[in-house]
């Protein structure tokens, strides 16, 4: 994956109990994912989980986590731009039962909740099994860090 440094991390998106690190002299510190969240820790945070400065002892860090980008996509409109009538309600329907429901549904059409690349996949395929091969994409894109591996 590209590397970056400029990415905002939402700190909503940290799962809690997660490790942060501090430790700047590491030789993988711009690399780590635990270093890069600590570098965005909220203010108002004031105790966490942390990898301890003596881990510099180690010859490697067993806390390491690599940072890892992905392209996260939201808005379903441009997705049905081209959609036949007929069609559309078979397609939502079946994305509704793929991301759990209405609500689910609403909230990652309206950018509440962003799809990750293995979902929009998936998404695709549905439209792609019906014919379409153009202008599968969403309505909008942002790269963040993958908080999950």
Not at 13 to 30: A, L, R
Not at 64 to 89: H, I, N, S, T
Not at 94 to 114: N, P, V
Not at 144 to 149: A, Q
Request: positive net charge; glycine residues 8%; aromatic residues 12%.
């Amino acid at each position: 994956m590209e590397k970056q440094t400029n990415i905002e991390i939402d700190m909503r998106q940290v799962p809690p109990g997660y490790v942060y690190c501090f430790n700047g002299e590491c030789q993988k510190h711009e690399e780590c994912l635990r270093y890069i969240v600590g570098q965005q820790v909220d203010k108002g945070l004031t105790v966490a989980p942390t990898v301890l400065p003596t881990v510099l002892r180690l010859r490697s860090c067993p806390h390491f986590q690599k940072a890892e980008l992905m392209r996260m996509a939201w808005g379903f409109d441009k997705l049905f731009a081209e959609v036949k009538v007929k069609d559309g309600p078979v397609l939502r329907e079946k994305m509704r039962a793929y991301l759990g429901g209405m609500g689910t549904y609403s909230r990652y059409k309206l950018g509440r909740r962003m799809l990750t690349p293995e979902q929009q996949e998936h998404i695709i395929g549905f439209f792609r099994k019906k014919g379409y091969t153009e202008g599968l994409e969403f309505d909008h894109y942002v790269t963040v860090y993958d908080l999950d591996h």
